[in-house]
C-alpha cells in the first residue's frame, strides 16, 4: 500500500500468484479524514501476521469509508423516493388541474348551450304570443289568412300556402300536395321530403312529386268537429329546428281558432244585419211631409242592437214618427225592439198624443221586461193643425230647423226612460210648425262620444242642419240626410249604433 498525500489512500495490492498469472495489482483510492502519510519505501512484511496485522487496519479505514458512503447512498436513496413521490404527486395534481379544467369547460359549454336553448324558447314564445295577438286582433277570416304568411316569411318559412277547404280563392283546379291531402283526412302534420324529417308529433311522408327537392310541412288547421284547411309550408333552410316545427303546429292551431271564429262571426253577424233589417220597415209617403231615415250598425260587435224609428198614420189623419233605444244589444235588445215597436202601432190605433203614447210603453216594459229599459222620442204632425206635438222618455232633444234657417233644441222637460221602476206620466209638448220647416229625431250614438258627452254632438248637428239650403231640404232629403252623418261620424269608429229619423213639412209648391 502507498499514500497519495492528504485526505486520500491509495493502495495496491499484489501476489504473486496473480504477478505469475501476469494479472494486474488491485488498486484503490479511498479518501481518509486524515492527511495519509507517505510509507515511502516502507516494505511489505513477508509474515503472514504482519501482513494481516496492516490488511486488518486497513480495513477499518475502509470500513469507516463505506460506512459513510452507506449513509450517503441512504440519503440519495430517501432524497430519490421524496423526489419521486413528489413527481408523482404533481403527476397527479396535473392530472387532476387537467380533469378540473375539462369539468369547467364542459359546465361552461354546458351552460352556454342551456343560454342558448332558453333565448331560443323566449325567442319562439314571444313569436307565437305576439303572433297569436295579431291573428286574433281581426275578425275578418281573409284578413287571417292574408297576415299569417305576412308573419312566418322568411323567419320560419320560405313560403306558406293557406288552404281553406270552403274557400273560392279564385284558383280552380289548383293542386295540392299529397302530404296535404293525408293531413286533411288525418287530422295530423305531415312532413314529405327526400329524407325523413323526425320532426315531434309529425308524420313522415314521401317527397311531393309537385316539387320533390323542396321539403314541405302540411300542419292541419283543426276544429271541433274536422279540419277547416291546410296551412302548407316550406323550411327556410334545409330542415326545421323539432321546436320551430313544434311551435308551427301550435301557431297553426291559433290561427285555425282565430279563423273559425271570425267565420262564425261573420255568419252571424250577416243573419244579425238581415234581422235588423227586416225589423226596419219601409217609411210611408204621407201628403206633405217627407221622411228620410239612417240606420247605421255598430261597426263592433254583432252589428244589431235595439236602435229603431218608425212612421206611421193614425186614423185621423195624422202622422206619428218615432225613435227609439233599447238598453244593450244582440238578439234579445232587437227581439225588444220589436215588442216595443208593435205595441207602440196598436196604442196608436186608437188614438193619444205623443206623451199617452209614450205613458203607456213605459207600463207595457215595466211589466214585461223589468229588468230592460228604452228611450223614446215621439212626434205628431197632423195636416190639418200647424203645431208639432212631440214628447221624450230619456231620449236625446229633438232638433227644428225653421225655414228662415233658424235652428232650434226642443229640449223642454222629457218624461224618464221606458220601463223604470217609477210610476209616471210623460207631458206633452207642442211648438208652431211652419211649412218649410225640418224636425230632425236621432238616437245618442250619433251625437255622443266618450271624450266629449252629447251636448257638443247635439250642438254639432244643430250647426250642420242649419247649413243646408231650403232648396236642399226640400228637393233632396235622402241627400241632407247623408250630408248629415257623414261629418258627424267621420271623427272615430261607432261603438254604439246611429238613428236618424228626418221630417220635412214641405212648403207650398
Known sequence: AAGTGAGALHAVVTSPDAAAAGEPPWQVTVACPEPATDPGDVPVPDDAAGLAEALLGADEDTALV?????????????????????NQGVV???????????????????ERKARTEAENARR??????????????????????????????????????VWLFEQDDGRPGQAHPAAAVVAARTGRAQYAATRPGHLPGVQD???????????????????????QGVVT?????EQWDPDDAVMLVELTRRASIAIDHARRYQHNRDIAETLQRALLTELPSPAGLGLAARYLPATHGLNIGGDWYDAFRQPDGGVITVVGDVTGHGLRAAVMMSQLRTALRAYAVDGGSPGRLLTRLHTFLHHLQPDLFATAVIA?????????????????????????????????????MLGIPLRQEIADHTVPLAPGSTLALYTDGLVERRAQGIDPGIGRLADALGSFAPAELETDLEG??????????????????????LCHLRGPA
Open 66 to 86: 463505506l460506512e459513510r458512503l452507506g449513509e450517503q447512498e441512504d440519503l440519495v436513496d430517501f432524497h430519490r423516493e421524496e423526489l419521486q413521490q413528489t
Open 92 to 110: 397527479a395534481l396535473h392530472a387532476e388541474l387537467d380533469a378540473a379544467g375539462r369539468a369547467q369547460r364542459e359546465a361552461f359549454a354546458a
Open 124 to 161: 319562439r314564445l314571444t313569436f307565437l304570443a305576439d303572433a297569436s295577438a295579431v291573428l286574433t286582433a281581426s275578425l275578418d277570416h281573409h284578413e287571417i289568412v292574408r297576415r299569417l304568411p305576412e308573419l312566418l316569411v322568411p323567419e320560419y318559412a320560405a313560403s306558406v300556402d
Open 205 to 227: 311522408q314521401p317527397p311531393s312529386a309537385l316539387d320533390p327537392d323542396r321539403p314541405a310541412l302540411c300542419i292541419p288547421l283543426p276544429t271541433r268537429q274536422a279540419p
Open 233 to 237: 309550408l316550406s323550411p327556410p333552410g
Open 380 to 416: 205628431r204632425f197632423h195636416p190639418d193643425d200647424p203645431t208639432l206635438t212631440w214628447a221624450a222618455a230619456g231620449h236625446p232633444p229633438p232638433v227644428l230647423r225653421t225655414p228662415d234657417g233658424q235652428v232650434r233644441i226642443l229640449d223642454d222637460k222629457p218624461g224618464a
Open 480 to 501: 241632407a240626410a247623408d250630408g248629415l252623418l257623414d261629418p258627424l261620424l267621420s271623427d272615430s269608429e261607432r261603438d254604439d249604433d246611429v238613428c236618424l229619423l
